[in-house]
């Protein structure tokens, strides 16, 4: 398996991210997680291990330099910034096109992450070849990005986080391409309990495997 510290990148800095592929990997994603997070979130290195199991690569990348995210949390600006957001993983995803030519690409964004990866997938339709948005805000990505997305993308929310079932069904409805709507029963925000985010996972890694990127 190849683990390496890597530094993508974006036209006027670099971000850093952690890139690990599996030997029989049938694929990569970005995991794109909310920008009050990092790349060393416990949770994302939760759903990455998963991912790994289910023979898939991914690339966790920090969207914020460490100046941002320490400006973030007094003033929480570029966290909001899914333009900003959206720009950067756009340039993970060209980053990453180059360094895995013969992987094909899906992306998993969560908070602020998920408009940024289906924005991202709007402007690189022959790159990104699904999305998975877990406890998202998709519909912060705007309603002319989710018209132009063509990857499938898979939705997924908490049974027990109203508002975040109200957010993803608008957003599923306004969506083009083929799309799906998954709720974790009995999950809360940010899907807390250690048993919701493990069925996170694991819905994603399945996801991944029989409706994206295995397909490619």
Not at 84 to 99: E, F, G, K, M, Q
Not at 111 to 140: E, F, I, M, N, Q
């Amino acid at each position: 398996m190849l683990f390496e510290t890597v530094t993508v990148p974006d036209g006027e800095g670099s971000l850093t991210g952690e890139l690990t592929v599996p030997d029989t990997a049938f694929g990569v994603a970005v995991l794109a997680h909310g920008s009050d997070s990092s790349r060393h979130s416990p949770r994302s290195h939760a759903v990455a291990d998963v991912l790994h199991d289910a023979a898939l690569g991914t690339l966790l990348i920090d969207l914020l330099t460490a100046d941002e995210a320490a400006a973030d949390r007094e003033t929480g600006r570029h966290r909001w910034d899914i333009e900003l957001l959206t720009h950067r993983l756009i340039a993970s995803v060209d980053w990453l096109a180059v360094r895995t030519p013969d992987l094909p690409l899906g992306l998993f964004g969560s908070s602020t992450g998920a408009a940024a990866a289906l924005g991202a997938a709007a402007a690189r339709p022959g790159l990104v070849h699904t999305v998975v948005c877990p406890d998202g805000r998709p519909g912060l990505a705007g309603d002319e990005v989710l018209g132009q997305v063509c990857a499938p993308v898979l939705l997924l929310a908490g049974g027990r986080d109203t508002e975040a079932l109200r957010l993803n069904r608008q957003a599923a409805n306004r969506l083009r391409a083929l799309s799906r709507l998954r709720v974790i029963p009995d999950a809360t925000h940010l899907f807390e309990d250690p048993e919701a985010l493990d069925e996170v996972a694991a819905v994603s890694a399945r996801w991944f495997n029989g409706m994206g990127l295995a397909q490619h």
